[in-house]
């Protein structure tokens, strides 16, 4: 990817910043300024809240090119409590722990990077709620 | 010379305090025993139990920006009213290109705000609070964000590296009248003082070896928190809470002691016998757990140092605002039960410390 296309989607992928449609409300992610609901504009930015449920999952031993040195890590399938599904990493969790309908919290990491020279790419993963007391 | 260019504690012209605070410390756990175990086969003892390790996709700027974002929930404030965006370390992923450029796009700072990574060792992040408290306290800004955080590397078999932890805190200074905490005053006391050092394109630290103790460490801290005390009129006793750099367990317990300070008074914020010394992020984070446990109208002495050498020491003064914001956002303990144990090998891994 370049760095110019890294750059355009950093809101998104930085925070989960994705938008709201303003003629049915539906909540979408990620952004593409038309409704999947109702074919309408929707270009209203809306920060989603992060919170979600392990829908599906599958974890990966052979990491593609870029993403090796986490390898290995749980790709998921993450249901938004606002409704869309997002792909994204698993993340502070072992590779035994996912399961389906575990609800997990978006942090943002560090994805790669652009090799030893190239910039680091950071964005959303998902991980099991911290538990507080 | 008048009265007022003799004055050496700092106080900002509008009442300033925290507005809101927030902590980070990563999941994973080096005991010091395996330290021991791989460089001394197991026969030494250990400055503290264990410590708090980054994990793979964690970095200065990825801890940076859940600190803030606790810091942003406890304050409640609009991210967009913040003024600038300052975060402390010794260990920014990059040379060049701020960290802190990053952590404001991530947290909804941008694009109206200054952003600065800021170098002092250990204190770089209270250098950072430093000034937010004369950027907001001048009026320039509402509110402004200094941040201390730090993934510590020592040297592999190097004493630092029992104790080189991963942590910090995030801080969102503003008004008095909206503050869980007013500043009444703050100081620092800044030699040239050669204790540790990283040269440029270096991996790893070196230190003066027994020089980072007494003319160093003690010299600065006590001559910071002695003369914040005497500007201010406070005696130890006036205070509910004291927090220190904690580089050791050691060290904040003996200046404690020398200052008149209790071990009761030091208890809730010395954090580094459970997460190791997380530089720039020490003095900071501790203040979160003292935080976390302050009631109204209490006390609190925070004194940080960096090597090179230098120290902050500020003079806190609890307010209501304080028992709201607790349940805002997790509790700086929520982190450190969080806690998955690791060997010496994943560790290494961790950290990079492996190389082909
Ligand atoms: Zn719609």
Redesign the pocket.
């Known amino acids: 990817m370049e760095i110019t296309s890294h750059w355009r989607i950093k809101k998104q992928r930085y925070a989960l910043v994705g938008e709201v449609?303003p003629?049915?409300s539906?909540k979408i992610f990620p952004p593409r300024d038309i409704?999947p609901?109702?074919g309408?504009e929707?270009k209203d930015h809306y920060q989603f809240s992060g919170r979600g449920e392990v829908y599906s999952y599958t974890t990966l031993y052979n990491a593609p090119a870029g993403y090796e040195e986490q390898a290995p890590y749980t790709v998921a399938m993450v249901q938004l409590e606002e409704g869309p599904l997002v792909t994204a990493q698993l993340t502070d969790i072992d590779v035994k722990e996912p399961e389906v309908g575990m609800p997990v919290e978006m942090v943002t990491r560090k994805l790669g990077s652009e090799g030893d020279r190239g910039i680091l790419i950071y964005g959303y993963k998902f991980r099991p709620v911290l538990e507080t007391a | 010379m008048t009265e007022e260019h003799e004055q050496t504690i700092m106080q900002p012209k509008n009442p300033i305090g925290f507005v809101g605070y927030g902590a980070y410390i990563p999941r994973y756990r080096l005991p010091a025993t395996e330290v021991a175990r791989i460089w001394k086969g197991g026969a030494a003892g250990t400055p503290i139990d264990e410590k708090a390790v980054a994990g793979l996709d964690e970095d200065v700027i990825t801890m940076s920006i859940e600190a803030a974002r606790n810091a942003l929930a406890r304050a409640q404030i609009n991210p967009s009213d913040i003024r600038a965006v300052w975060v402390g370390s010794e260990s920014h992923p990059y040379s060049v290109k701020p960290t802190s450029t990053v952590v404001a796009e991530a947290i909804g700072a941008t694009p109206h705000t200054l952003a600065a990574d800021w170098e002092f060792a250990c204190k770089a992040g209270t250098e950072a609070v430093q000034a937010a408290i004369g950027f907001t306290g001048s009026g320039m800004a509402r509110y402004a964000l200094a941040i201390g955080m730090d993934t510590a590397q020592g040297r592999p078999g190097d004493p630092l590296e029992y104790t080189a932890g991963a942590g910090g805190a995030a801080y969102i200074l503003g008004p008095a009248d909206e503050s869980l905490a007013v500043v009444e005053g703050s100081y620092s006391y800044t030699t040239d003082t050669p204790d540790f050092w990283r040269r440029a394109d270096e991996k790893y630290p070196s230190h003066g070896e027994r020089f980072t103790g007494e003319p160093a460490y003690f010299h600065h801290i006590t001559s910071s928190a002695q003369e914040l005390m005497k500007a201010l009129g406070t005696k130890p006793a006036d205070y509910t809470f004291v927090v220190f750099h904690q580089p050791n367990t050691k060290f904040p317990q003996r200046v404690a002691k020398t200052l008149g300070f209790t071990p009761e008074q030091l208890e809730a914020g010395l954090l580094v016998p459970r997460i190791g010394n997380v530089y720039a992020g020490s003095a900071l984070v501790g203040l979160t757990a003292v935080l976390d446990a302050a009631k109204p109208d209490d006390r609190i002495l925070l004194v940080s140092y960096g090597s090179g050498a230098g120290s902050d020491a500020m003079s806190l003064h609890v307010t209501e605002r304080v028992l709201e914001c607790h349940k805002l956002a997790p509790r700086t303990e929520d982190y450190i039960n969080r806690r998955t144990e690791i060997d010496y090998a994943t560790y290494a891994r961790f950290r990079g410390k492996l190389s082909q």
């Open positions: 449609c003629h049915c539906a409704c609901e109702c309408d929707a």
